[in-house]
């Protein structure tokens, strides 16, 4: 299942720069524990991290004894004791905790919310469980590397193109809308293996190249990393096969076609 990573609803207390938390830290040094990376959309594609002061499991004392934490979280109350929306103010009663939390204790997968238009892949990946999301960013606990072979593959990127979203020019990946009508495929042993293999490389090349950000690796001039281009169509291959699909003949058009059967087939015809 896809989820939504954190929402905090702090006007951005909890958020810091790296900068910003070093400051901090200087004035309050028993913080420092309770730093944790952040990333967003922004973030991720674009290969750095903001912090985040996760406040949440700690006990009155552990507060009282950081003066300079606490300041943040009576900020983060009145904040949203001023809100208009109900909601918000019933969430004053808990200010070290989020609106939405989404704290994983294994890897997971992190797809963006918006990707641009001019890229042929939307940049997905892995991270560790220390890392936090935002809720700009779609989270898939769980996940296995055939997985992330399939999502990251030219039939799910068809699916994208055809059935999801826009903001402005850039695509918008959603939960209901794309993610959970994907049709999947019913590959055989032979073939997951194959997918995962393939998916497997993509990782691999990746590592290869990085000093690089993904805005720079799938942008206008991925065409430099041949190698990276190369895994990718392989794996598209793998995929295609997985699904019946002709990797030699088949544009995307009727590769959508076929998918949408799927989906009617799957949803008995709705």
């Known amino acids: 299942p896809m ?4 929402k905090p609803i702090d006007d951005g207390n909890y958020l810091f720069t790296e900068d910003e938390m070093n400051d901090f830290i200087k004035k309050e040094p028993k913080s420092e524990k309770y ?9 991720f594609i674009n290969g750095y991290y903001r912090y985040c002061l996760w406040l949440g499991d700690c006990t009155p004392k552990e507060l009282f004894d950081m003066p300079e934490c606490l300041k943040r979280v009576e900020a983060v109350r009145k904040f949203r004791m001023e809100s208009k929306s109900e909601g918000t103010k019933k969430l004053a009663e808990k200010p070290t905790r989020f609106h ?3 704290i994983m204790d294994s890897t997971y997968l992190i797809m963006p919310l918006t990707s641009s238009e001019r890229r042929r892949y939307v940049p997905i990946g892995f991270v560790s469980p220390d890392i936090m ?8 606990s769980n996940a296995e590397i055939y997985h992330f072979g ?3 593959s030219n039939v799910f990127m068809a699916w994208m193109r055809a059935v999801g979203g826009k903001l402005k020019s850039d695509y918008r990946i959603t939960k209901d809308n794309l993610y959970n009508t994907f ?3 019913s590959p055989t042993p032979e073939q997951k293996k194959q997918i995962e293999k393939t998916a497997q490389h993509i990782l691999d090349v990746r590592e290869k190249y990085s000093e690089y950000s993904f805005a720079e690796l799938y942008g206008d001039k991925m065409y430099l990393f041949s190698d990276l281009v190369t895994a990718h169509q392989n ?8 699904y019946g699909f002709d990797v030699k003949t088949m544009t995307e058009s009727e590769c959508v076609g076929d998918l949408m059967k799927m989906y009617q087939k799957m949803t008995g015809g709705k």
């Open 150 to 152: 399939v999502l990251t």
């Open 35 to 43: 730093f944790r990376k952040w990333v967003g959309s922004h973030e």
């Open 183 to 185: 049709p999947w495929c």
């Open 3 to 6: 989820g939504s990573g954190n």
């Open 235 to 242: 794996n598209d291959r793998a995929v295609m096969q997985a």
């Open 133 to 140: 999301a935002s809720n700009l960013v779609n989270v898939v």
């Open 100 to 102: 939405v939390e989404t």
